[in-house]
């Protein structure tokens, strides 16, 4: 990901000098995109030092929704929160809720796709509640936003449970037209040195804050995270049923 978005900034610094007649304006907001890009290009680099990472990291819901824990061990990861828990491994993808007799975990077959994606945020927000994000979708988000006309990107450090942390702001989103619509109006990401996301945070027009603030960071972690709590009933599945 880290070269496609290098990718990008070339190809944008090519637009800027081949349209230099197009306006002052013009030119300022190509500039603007480079600059954003750069930036988020840096803290991917950060992300990057992540993968193979083997770590515990204790979240708190910036909206006071609860807690959230993220245990990754290399290929599993386990996202747990106060309405179930999210299993990776590289045979099965598990997505367990309920609670007592009504407990149930769906398993299905892992098709390759990561924590982060479109496949699964949804069901990492059903589980850990809707103000979690984990890395890759904080970072998409910002990647968006930066390419985005009138969105500046700063950037800024801050030591965050203990661990050093870049973080990148975005403001400036332009709105939609839509009534009684909450968009966000800026996002702000933290990523500590070793890749680990230490604060997401996106205001809504409504001044409402939603996202994750690290609380707790271990290199220990516990191997029960990643098979299904025990005596809950597993259901086996052919695709995961979207979040209810």
Avoid at 156 to 170: E, Q, W, Y
Wanted: aromatic residues 4%; charged residues 15%; contains cysteine.
């Amino acid at each position: 990901m880290k070269h496609q978005l290098n990718r990008v900034v070339v190809g944008l610094a090519a637009v800027v000098l081949g349209t230099a007649t197009l306006g002052c304006g013009f030119i300022s907001q190509a500039k603007q995109a480079v600059d954003n890009l750069t930036a988020v290009s840096d803290v991917m680099d950060l992300l990057d030092r992540s993968a193979q990472l083997t770590f515990t990291a204790n979240y708190t819901l910036v909206d006071g929704g609860g807690t959230a824990t993220v245990v990754q061990q290399p290929p599993n990861a386990s996202f747990t929160g106060r309405d179930g828990r999210f299993i990776m491994t590289p045979e099965h993808v598990l997505m367990c809720t309920g609670k007592g007799a009504q407990a149930t975990c769906q398993r299905s077959p892992n098709n390759g796709a990561e924590p982060g994606s479109a496949d699964y945020s949804a069901h990492l927000q059903a589980v850990a509640g809707g103000g979690f994000i984990s890395t890759p979708m904080a970072l998409a988000m910002l990647t968006i936003a930066s390419v985005t006309p009138g969105v500046e990107v700063s950037k800024s450090s801050k030591k965050i449970a203990g661990l050093a942390s870049t973080c990148l702001t975005a403001t400036g989103i332009p709105q939609d037209q839509a009534e009684n619509t909450v968009q966000a109006k800026d996002y702000t990401v933290c990523v500590a040195d070793n890749g680990v996301l230490t604060a997401f945070t996106a205001t809504g027009t409504d001044d409402v804050k939603l996202g994750v603030e690290l609380a707790e960071f271990s290199q220990d972690v516990d191997p029960k995270a990643f098979v299904a709590p025990a005596g809950v009933r597993i259901v086996d599945v052919g695709q995961l049923e979207p979040p209810r």
